[in-house]
């Protein structure tokens, strides 16, 4: 009994053992012999037979004697162009190149580089219009036009300093009434401003009175003494003069003949008091200020200018202003004078432009935004200021030759305006320049003509990866 039942179990064993064995064998491997079968192009590699992730860029046999299953390559890699392919190059624009078909370390596919695209000119690129849509290359003409430089500058706004008047006397005299008596009134030439009483005028004024009384007498006698009381006369007039008082106060005490040492002291000019420290009793000592006045009818605003404007910001430059105080007013000056220091800490000079103020409106210390044009110069070539490519070094802009084909042309670039600028040599005027996405095409056209320097002329060999 215990026979039969050891036989029975070795049966059983036998017959499981068949069952795996049949399960495992390697005929019965189709699904991925037949995902190989779908794939009818070269051979990339050849994988275990049991899907594991073992593999051989050569045929192999595992432990068991099984050979490794070949994976293809789908059928459309077999699919070639019909033009000749040089070499790959990076597709970022790096200097490294293929012989063969690659991927970078993003993932991203080496681009081919045919025969048909090398130019004969070394830098010149074909891009393949699909490329040239989805880059956004747009272009535009060279046009031919008077180039007018602007510069923004800013200011304030000051009284002119050829119209600017002080009020001091040259004597010691004694504030009696101001007529005047506070800052920012307007005043007329010749209106009184104080009254003063001084005994220092008043000695002089009897001195003069005096030789007045006697004048009539001296001439009377004649002779020396005549003489001697006319010049006692002229001289005692003009050191009233001197001491500037008033012509009026002077015909005054000739006519009357009686001196007070009282004296109406006028306004020098037409103005503004814009300073003024006198008040009513004061004692006023000879030089001290007691009126400061400003003819505002004339006014100057005073810009700063960086360095690189000056060319610009020059005497007879015309100048449009605006104040903050006149929103949407804007006035029209020039460029007067440009002072002659450049500020060691802002790197600027101060730059003069005069403005007429008949209604009297514009204010010392108004802040200004100054804009100012050079005079328009002789029409020349002009590309949009994006189509210039300026590494410092070098001035380049790209030429459109069509059909994908662009030619770097090395110019010198001139004057700045209205998002134009000039172009003093390397164009004709009939060519169409790049505008955008210039410095890829730049760099795309730097890499082939490195490679063309490199390679004389021919395609790179390289040596294929073992």
């Not at 004969?120 to 272009?139: F, H, M, S, W």
């Not at 300026?390 to 030759?401: E, H, K, N, P, Y």
């Amino acid at each position: 009994m215990r026979a039969k039942i050891i036989w029975g179990a070795a049966a059983f064993a036998l017959t499981a053992g068949g069952v795996v064995a049949w399960w495992l064998w390697p005929s019965h491997e189709t699904p991925q012999r037949e995902a190989a079968a779908s794939n009818t192009g070269p051979i990339l590699y050849y994988q275990d037979p049991t899907g594991a992730p073992d593999y051989s860029p050569a045929p192999k046999k595992d432990a068991q004697g099984r050979d490794y299953v070949p994976v293809r390559a789908p059928a459309k890699v077999q699919q070639k162009d019909d033009r000749n392919v040089l070499y790959y190059r990076n597709p970022m624009g790096l200097a490294d190149t293929s012989p063969v078909p690659k991927k970078d370390s993003m993932g991203m596919d080496y681009i081919p580089v045919y025969a048909d695209e090398r130019q004969d000119e070394p830098g010149t690129v074909k891009i393949g219009l699909d490329r040239v849509q989805r880059l956004g290359v747009r272009t535009a003409k060279v046009v031919r036009q008077a180039m007018s430089e602007t510069v923004l500058l800013s200011g304030t706004v000051e009284a002119d300093e050829r119209k600017l008047a002080v009020v001091a006397l040259k004597f010691p005299a004694n504030v009696v009434k101001l007529h005047v008596a506070a800052t920012g009134e307007r005043v007329r030439k010749g209106q009184p401003l104080f009254d003063i009483l001084s005994p220092f005028i008043l000695k002089e004024e009897l001195d003069l009175a005096l030789a007045l009384r006697t004048r009539a007498t001296a001439e009377a006698e004649g002779g020396a003494y005549a003489r001697s009381n006319a010049r006692s006369v002229q001289t005692t007039r003009e050191r009233l003069r001197l001491y500037e008082v008033p012509e009026v106060e002077i015909e005054r005490l000739v006519r009357t003949g009686t001196p007070t040492g009282s004296i109406t002291w006028r306004a020098p000019q037409a103005g503004v008091v814009i300073e003024k420290p006198i008040v009513a009793g004061m004692q006023a000592e000879p030089g001290a200020t007691l009126y400061r006045l400003a003819d505002l009818s004339n006014v100057w605003v005073i810009a700063e200018a960086p360095e690189n404007a000056l060319a610009i910001a020059r005497p007879g430059a015309v100048a449009r202003i605006t104040l903050n105080a006149f929103p949407g007013k804007t006035l029209e000056g020039k460029v007067t004078f440009v002072y002659p220091e450049v500020s060691m800490t802002t790197r600027t000079a101060k730059v003069r432009i005069e403005l007429a103020n008949r209604e009297g409106v514009l204010l010392p210390g108004m802040f200004a935004s100054v804009e100012v044009a050079s005079p328009p110069a002789a029409p020349t070539f002009a590309v949009p200021d994006s189509a210039l490519i300026d590494s410092g070094a070098r001035q380049v802009v790209l030429i459109a030759r069509g059909d994908g084909r662009f030619e770097p042309r090395a110019v010198t670039a001139g004057r700045r305006a209205n998002g134009m600028i000039e172009i003093a040599s390397g164009l004709n005027g009939d060519e169409e320049v790049v505008t955008s996405a210039t410095f890829l095409i730049d760099a795309e056209s730097n890499l082939r003509a490195a490679l063309q320097t490199f390679t004389a002329g021919a395609p790179p060999t390289m040596e294929k990866p073992q």
